[in-house]
């Protein structure tokens, strides 16, 4: 019973500092502030691209949307700049992922992608899909 105790709370320390290191690791804006030379509509295992017609004000339009959600902050850029870069943490262990939105003429470039593992399980594509519907609604 001694050594199963013991090794909970080994167990127990090992999530905290994972949890801490995710949480505590800073974003390096030259790093997540980027996109990649072409933007399409697709999805991958660690994140998902969309490219919409928004008109001249879509980054502008959208900025507003994304910065009303939860645990969502600017990282790096602008609406003048025409093009900002998010971080949105997990709500249990903080997990980062970074959605970079570019204003390309008429057109929004979406690109989200995740910091840590191999799969984000269709999160980011179902968060910008999400924030693509409340900019239809508009």
């Known amino acids: 019973m001694k050594i199963f105790l013991i090794g909970l709370g080994v167990l127990g320390l090992i ?8 949480r505590l690791t800073p974003s ?7 996109m990649p030379a072409a933007v399409t509509n ?5 994140g ?6 928004a008109g001249q004000d879509g980054l502008a339009r959208l900025n507003k949307i ?7 902050q600017v990282l790096a850029g602008s609406v003048e700049e025409g093009m900002i870069t998010y971080v949105t943490r997990s709500r249990v262990f903080g997990f980062p992922d970074y959605t970079t939105v570019r204003q390309a003429g ?3 470039e979406i690109y989200g992608r995740l910091r840590f ?7 980011n594509a179902a968060r910008i899909d ?3 519907h409340s900019f239809a609604q508009g």
Request: avoid cysteine; glycine fraction near 14%.
């Open 15 to 22: 999530a905290v500092a994972i949890s801490a290191y995710v």
């Open 28 to 34: 390096d804006p030259d790093r997540w502030h980027s």
């Open 42 to 46: 697709r999805d991958t295992s660690g």
């Open 48 to 53: 998902a691209m969309r490219v919409v017609g």
């Open 66 to 72: 994304i910065r009303a959600t939860p645990r969502t």
């Open 106 to 108: 008429p057109q929004l």
């Open 117 to 123: 593992g191999g799969s984000d399980l269709g999160v």
């Open 130 to 132: 999400g924030w693509l």
